[in-house]
């Protein structure tokens, strides 16, 4: 009787342990997040992104960036950028972050320019690949509100020399919901 009573006990000191431990978790922390770009549609574009945090300090995320109006937008015609962010905040995965980023691209080919320096023909649109760091700042609300402001920057890697550019830059405005 007594040993059972003894295991009861120690049953009973592992489940208040385990009850302890889910509490540090604060159910209010939500791990998903969706933004929008607010600049972006000022140069002819879209931008959409996802977000996926790891932990209260860091997060893997997703970005696509699409030119509807190319009479506004005249160089890049759509990205698709993988990135990891470190967050520095005191609140769960917001407040100032650094971030490092990939990126496929697809940017406008070479301008050749005729005799007159005036008329050029375009080469044909250049795929290629970019990595890149930046930094930014995150705002959440308890209603789980996102507002966010970043600014990137990235080096083409392997057909620079088939376009009139050798780098690439991210700005963002952002509102956004967190999930």
Request: charge should be positive; include cysteine.
């Amino acid at each position: 009787m007594k040993k059972n009573f003894l295991l009861l006990i120690i049953l009973f000191a592992f489940c208040s342990v385990k009850a302890q431990n889910d509490t540090d978790a604060n159910p209010y922390h939500k791990n998903n997040e969706i933004k929008l770009n607010l600049i972006a549609p000022l140069s002819g574009a879209a931008e959409v992104g996802f977000e996926r945090y790891l932990n209260k300090k860091s997060s893997l995320g997703i970005s696509a960036f699409f030119v509807y109006d190319n009479t506004k937008e005249k160089d890049m015609n759509y990205f698709i950028s993988p990135y990891y962010r470190y967050y520095f905040g005191k609140k769960y995965a917001s407040g100032f972050f650094v971030e490092g980023f990939g990126m496929f691209t697809s940017i406008d080919g070479k301008k050749i320019y005729a005799a007159d320096n005036i008329t050029f023909t375009e080469g044909k649109d250049v795929y290629d690949l970019a990595l890149g760091a930046g930094l930014g700042w995150k705002l959440v609300t308890r209603k789980g509100f996102v507002f966010e402001a970043n600014a990137a920057y990235g080096k083409l890697m392997f057909n620079a020399n088939k376009t009139d550019h050798d780098q690439v830059v991210k700005l963002g405005l952002s509102i956004g919901y967190r999930f």
